[in-house]
């Protein structure tokens, strides 16, 4: 058990969940970052983070298995005794044209989006609940606030995040829970590696693709001195869509 405050960050081991474990342990918390299957990345974190002073562990599970989440969950009660922040990260694309779109990429992005967010969420809340405070931050997208072509198994997921944020903020609020939602542009992960973003820049008033650095000084925010902020959508694209 420890004095610190404790995040815990559903697909941290990489991009921008990385980027947020790193930022919350410079803030002083401890970190558990949750993955799926690049144990290199997840060790290569958890070492990041150990050296930023954080006591920290990556924790493999699969967050469309609602019983390894509540397993995932429970270690990390057993470990740390409490969970103050949440940052529900873990997310994949599976773009296509709708008319194309098979219902096997439809339930994946559903299911690794949106659907992950209630499995983890529902444990962590209750643990936030009897201690009376926390913070929850849901990583959406412009794509769920505004629609994107190719993306629409991605945008539901994105924009069902959103329904979820706001419905919780106003049932957690007089529990000392506030719930909000970070929609990042196009931001430099992994994820977005292939997309052909040539030119994308000059269609972006701040002139430059986002940083995951960015996404989780917004993440930071939100979950340690947005003390009177919930149910909202920070949009983080550099002015991308306004
Ligand atoms: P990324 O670099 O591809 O990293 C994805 C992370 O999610 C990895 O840590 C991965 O673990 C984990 N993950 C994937 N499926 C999982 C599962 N079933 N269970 C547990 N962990 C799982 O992605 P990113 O760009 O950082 O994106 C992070 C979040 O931001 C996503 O929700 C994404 O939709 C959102 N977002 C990204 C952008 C962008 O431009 N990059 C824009 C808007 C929103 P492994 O390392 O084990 O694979």
Redesign the pocket.
Known sequence: MTDKKIALI?????????ACALELAKAGYNVV???????E??AQTVAELKELGAEAYSA?????NKEAVEAGVAEVMAKFGRIDVLVN?????RDGLFMRMSAENWEAVIN??LN?AYYVSSPVVKIMMKQRSGAIIN?????GVFGNAGQAN?SAA?AGLIGMTKALAKELASRGIRVNAV??????????KDLKLDGIEEHIPLKRL?E?QD?AKAVKFLALDAEYITGQVLQVDGGLVI
Do not use: E, H
């Open positions: 559903t697909g941290g081991s990489r991009g921008i969940g990385k970052i949750n993955y799926v299957g690049n144990d990345a997840a493999k599970f699969d967050v469309t990260n873990a997310g994949i694309t690794t989006n992950s990583m959406a997208s412009i794509s991605y994105k929609a990042p542009g196009f931001i430099k992960t992994d994820m977005t986002g995951a996404i």
